[in-house]
């Protein structure tokens, strides 16, 4: 039977790893991933979650332990944060290149220095080209739901890519919402257990990830970017498929479009500053203002024909990053204007670097800056193309 | 005690294989996997065995091998162990197999992580000591006054006690091996085979190209080794230390031959002063010192 629970955002990924019935975890403790560390060790312990439980000493042994076990056959999951992920970087090209369906949460933290253990998109954001499916949360809903659905993904045959579901930390890892788990039989049957193609087998031994010249190499890695593809086809099917299964709200895919219609700006967000943004559009049809909302869910495979096809008909595009790519823009800016360009008639692009290092985004601040945009569309020209939100000086 | 003609013929390392001539941790993965046979899941950090297994699609090995990134073997094998442990698969034994490099420097982390856990699996370092792979650079396994790449006058410290640092971390079985003595070799494999828990094999490899021999001489050198006191073969069972069999005559000052013989087949040792020469012997009669008393104590070292 479903139920529904009020917990913290940590709470919920314990809780998606036990309800995907994951095999095997390897974790190590940051802040403000903690808290899953320690909800799936109670799991365990207390016989509710039937699980190997590896406590590494290192998230860079994390990745290594969540790469062997998951050639072992096992299905496995981690979780780490900021400089954790930063630590494991050299491991996430590992579980990639190994094509290994590993699914990881992510609570998404500041880099240091200085130190900071607020929210900032950054410590994923740097891992963009490790080959991992990257997709951000804006609900605990959303947290349990995209975990299941992203074993359901990388462990198809047609994509075999480790996956990171990110979400930021406090705002969704320490604050309780209300969330529902699904029936477990009938998880069980939408995401059945994990039938490997190859793996470590005494029976039918093979050599892993052993040494390929350039005559291997660069079809290794087309058939990467080919999975790539094929997730962004899955993705869409797989999020309607548990939403209808379940009757819990569809989270919209590669993307959340939210009054996009007949909207003449739009806000380009991911993460909860993509919740807020809902409310931020809201305020603004109340005063008349037409202002739509897109809230990236997958930035890995990214969404480029759909943020193409709902621009294409606007005058503006407001882009949020919380992250900056020192030396260029927002990481999400480059990544919308990128998918813009191929079109005849493209809309004003603005770039807003807000919330970095856990600084608040409120809905007034969305507000401010769409209208921002739907002023420079008016006049037909921008004057600052990337804007730092906020910013002292 | 063990005869090779007990061993089993059938060979899961096959020749034609990518090791250089002379090399002895071709013979170690040949002896080693007889003596463990084919339920045996081999994890691999960059090393000269990811060389010798051969190039895709091509393998050496006739059992699973998962190559892994450099730091990680102890920790890539207690995620084997805890996967086929969830899978309720049992009887297979997974051996780590890393160089000195992966094990005494960039592998140190993830192997003490490993053996404190009480990770179920067998660790060997397979020590020829230095970077091997990238041409002879030099490691904290190598021992002093050896010539690396990095170290051209000639290496300032001593070798790092990689099978006593593990000792600290009170693991059922260590032993250290050479190929040169392959009954001790494959009964110390046997008995780790039958022992659960975290344990740790140490092997000397002579190595041609980076130790500057001649490659007909690699066996005759691990001898050597043995017999001037250089490398001792011994086991930490439970706890308490033991000499190995070859190694014992040698516990007897009089019965070692000088280190001088064996330094003198390296050219890696070439450029050594008589007084560095006396230094080296001085250091391993200190140690052999020491050898003796915790063989006579039963203690840990």
Redesign the interface.
């Known amino acids: 039977m479903a139920r529904t629970f009020v917990e913290t955002g940590s709470h919920v990924a314990g809780l998606a790893a036990q309800a995907a019935r994951a095999q095997v975890v390897a974790a190590y403790p940051i802040t403000p991933q903690t808290a899953i560390v320690e909800i799936i060790a109670d799991l365990i312990s207390s016989g509710k979650m039937k699980s190997q439980y590896i406590c590494v000493e290192s998230e860079h042994s994390a990745m290594a332990a969540s790469i062997g076990a998951s050639a072992s056959g096992a299905r496995t999951f981690t979780a780490t944060s900021s400089h954790g992920l930063a630590y494991m970087h050299e491991m996430l090209h590992w579980a990639s290149g190994a094509r290994l369906p590993v699914v990881m949460a992510v609570v998404n933290r500041a880099m240091g220095p200085p130190w900071n253990i607020l929210p900032d998109l950054g410590d994923s954001l740097s891992q963009r080209d490790t080959g991992w499916l990257q997709f951000y949360c804006s609900s605990h809903q959303e947290i349990f739901d995209t975990i299941i659905q992203a074993y359901r993904i990388c462990e198809d045959a047609k994509v075999l890519l480790p996956v990171m579901i990110c979400f930021e930390g406090f705002v969704l890892s320490h604050t309780s919402m209300p969330f529902t788990v699904p029936d477990q039989e009938a998880l069980d049957s939408f995401l059945p257990s994990y039938r490997p193609g190859w793996k470590l087998d005494v029976e039918n031994p093979m050599g892993h990830s052993t040494l390929a010249s350039s005559d291997y190499y660069m079809e290794l890695r087309y058939l990467m970017q080919e999975a790539m593809d094929n997730a962004r086809e899955l993705i869409p099917l797989v999020d309607r498929e548990y939403a209808d299964k379940f009757r819990l709200p569809c989270h919209g895919g590669l993307l959340d479009e939210y009054a996009c219609n007949d909207a003449e700006t739009i806000v380009v967000s991911m993460g909860t500053i993509g919740s807020e943004a809902k409310v931020a559009v809201q305020n603004l049809r109340e005063t008349g203002h037409k202002v739509g909302s897109v809230r990236v869910r997958a930035f890995r495979p990214f969404p480029v024909d759909e943020v193409k096809r709902i621009c294409s008909k606007v005058d503006a595009v407001a882009v949020i990053d919380r992250a900056i790519s020192f030396g260029m823009e927002g990481q999400l800016f480059t990544e919308v204007q990128s998918a813009l360009y191929d079109l005849e008639d493209r809309p004003l692009a603005m770039n807003f670097i807000a919330g970095i290092g856990g600084r608040d985004v409120t809905e007034k601040d969305i507000e401010s800056m769409a209208l921002q945009a739907a002023k420079c569309a008016k006049e037909g020209r921008i004057d600052q193309r990337v804007t730092w939100y906020g910013l002292r000086r | 005690m063990v005869t090779l003609k007990e061993l089993t013929k059938e060979e899961l390392i096959l020749p034609g294989n990518a090791s250089c001539a002379g090399c002895v941790t071709n013979l170690s993965v040949k002896l080693a996997l007889k003596a463990l046979g ?4 081999l ?1 691999v950090p960059a090393c000269c065995t ?2 010798i ?5 091509h ?1 050496s ?9 450099f ?2 073997t ?14 309720g ?1 049992d009887g ?1 034994t997974v051996v780590g197999w890393a160089g000195d490099g992966g094990t005494v420097d960039i592998g140190i ?2 192997l ?2 490993a053996a ?2 009480g990770t179920d699996f067998i660790y060997v370092c397979y020590d020829n000591e230095a970077y091997g792979n990238t041409g002879m650079q030099r490691s904290g396994s190598t021992p002093l006054g050896a010539w690396t790449t990095t170290t051209p006058q000639g290496k300032t410290e001593p070798k790092k006690n990689m099978p006593f640092i593990m000792a600290a971390h009170k693991i059922p079985y260590i032993a250290t091996l050479s190929p040169s003595f392959p009954t001790d070799f494959i009964e110390k494999f046997q008995k780790a085979k039958r022992i659960r828990g975290p344990r740790y094999l140490h092997i000397l490899i002579p190595c041609p190209p980076g130790w500057r021999t001649d490659p007909a001489m690699s066996v005759e050198l691990g001898r050597l080794a043995i017999q001037t006191g250089s490398w001792a073969l011994f086991e930490i069972e439970n706890g308490v230390f033991s000499i190995s069999t070859p190694s014992r005559p040698f516990l007897e000052k009089t019965r070692r031959k000088p280190v001088k013989d064996y330094l003198e087949k390296q050219g890696r040792f070439r450029h050594l002063t008589s007084q560095e020469m006396a230094q080296i012997q001085l250091n391993v009669d200190e140690t052999w010192e020491y050898y003796n008393k915790v063989n006579q104590a039963k203690i840990c070292p």
């Open positions: 084919s339920r045996t899941i994890v990811s060389v297994q051969g190039v895709f699609p393998t090995l006739k059992i699973p091998v998962l190559n892994i990134a730091a990680t102890g920790a890539a094998a207690s995620g084997v162990v805890a996967g086929l442990k969830a899978q698969i297979i982390q993830a003490s992580g404190e856990r």
